[in-house]
């Protein structure tokens, strides 16, 4: 019986659809009550959040590992620490750390760093002679042997780290590297074991200074921010619904700001039934950026009206290039902008908008 039922369907649609009058074919869909097309215009609800949003943010140290670039320094509110491990007796000499000259180049727009640079060294020794694994090191000491106040030197695409007569002699342990200067942040290409006598292991450690915004996110930062709105009062419709779209409009808050002004940030959703935005298409496009030409976040949820809450997590990821600098793509994909952008102002002027279905006279 389904199977003849089926077969009907199609008949109809197919006569329907080779008959000169092009009325035809609506008429058939008025008579089974099914929808024609959808509405062109959307209609526009106002939609409040359930709680406030709740800001997460990693600031465990990790391990940096030979090809992956390294930071040291603050910036927009969030500050980079290095720590390198030597196993072996030291004998202090200077310390030489490649730039990442390819950030720093005029086509990137990178900020060029002061040529000198204030920065604070401390230094752990080693308490037992065992390597440790990397889940116990990176937890590190809270409190240091010794410190000394050194100046980091900029010249020929290097950093100069003057060390030979801070450290002790026959050094074995961990040493903390920190810049004093705000607003800077060194970028350092993957670090050469060769190039630092003894060296077994080297980590970054990551953390926001900024405690006064609370719904916050700064790229860079491995910081998220999960969003839940109440549906309740405004999922129950007389029509059916063929699309629907959550409308962030754009943050105009002055504290805003971003270390690389040309280059917009991707805003990354998370979610169950949500529009998710992945890797690949930051090269071919992305429909959603902060600092970009336009900041609204436009975010497809037609499935998720049947919940009572609609919930995602918001990411900023690394800077997108401009289409005539695709050729950078690749070299600056791996490389963070330091951002500060604000949702709290925004998350209030949520707007929620949908397309009905159009039943044609039926409606």
């Not at 406030?52 to 391990?63: E, K, M, R």
């Not at 971003?258 to 298409?281: H, K, T």
């Not at 090269?283 to 902060?290: E, Q, S, T, W, Y």
């Amino acid at each position: 019986m389904f199977r003849l039922l089926l077969i009907s369907l199609i008949l109809a649609i197919l006569v329907a659809c080779s008959s000169d009058d092009s009325n035809a074919l609506h008429e058939w869909f008025g008579d089974k009550n099914i929808a024609v097309s959808y509405e062109k215009q959307f209609k526009e609800f106002d939609i409040s959040l359930k709680e406030a949003p709740v800001l997460g943010s990693d600031t465990s140290a990790f391990i940096v590992n030979p090809g992956f670039c390294a930071a040291l320094g603050s910036v927009n509110g969030v500050e980079h620490t290095l720590y390198f491990e030597l196993f072996s007796p030291l004998t202090p000499k200077d310390w030489t750390l490649k730039a990442d000259s390819l950030f720093y180049a005029e086509s990137i727009g990178g900020q060029i760093p002061e040529e000198q640079l204030n920065a604070t060294i401390y230094w752990y020794w080693l308490k037992k002679e065992e390597t440790e694994p990397d889940s116990t090191w990176l937890k590190f000491i809270t409190k240091n042997d010794s410190s000394a106040n050194i100046n980091i030197e900029w010249a020929n695409d290097e950093f100069l780290i003057p060390l030979q007569d801070k450290l002790p002699n026959g050094f074995k342990g961990t040493v903390k590297l920190e810049l004093n200067s705000n607003n800077t942040v060194l970028r350092i290409v993957p670090h050469d074991t060769a190039g630092i006598s003894g060296l077994r292991r080297v980590a970054q450690k990551i953390r926001v200074l900024d405690d006064e915004c609370k719904q916050c996110l700064h790229a860079g930062a491995r910081e998220s921010l999960s969003v839940f709105f109440e549906m309740a009062d405004i999922k129950n419709f007389d029509k059916t619904v063929v699309f629907a779209q959550l409308i962030l409009p754009k943050s105009n808050d002055e504290a805003n700001k971003n270390e690389l002004e040309n280059f917009p940030i991707p805003i990354y959703v998370y979610g169950e039934n949500y529009y998710r935005i992945d890797s690949a298409s930051v090269i071919d496009g992305h429909p959603n950026f902060a600092f970009g030409k336009s900041d609204t976040l436009k975010l497809e949820v037609t499935n998720s009206l049947r919940k009572d809450t609609l919930g995602f997590t918001l990411r900023l990821g690394n800077p997108v290039l401009q289409p005539d600098s695709l050729y950078f793509y690749r070299h600056i994909a791996a490389r963070p902008t330091y951002s500060r952008y604000n949702f709290g102002s925004i998350l209030n002027e949520a707007k929620l908008r949908i397309w009905f279905a159009d039943y044609g006279d039926k409606k």
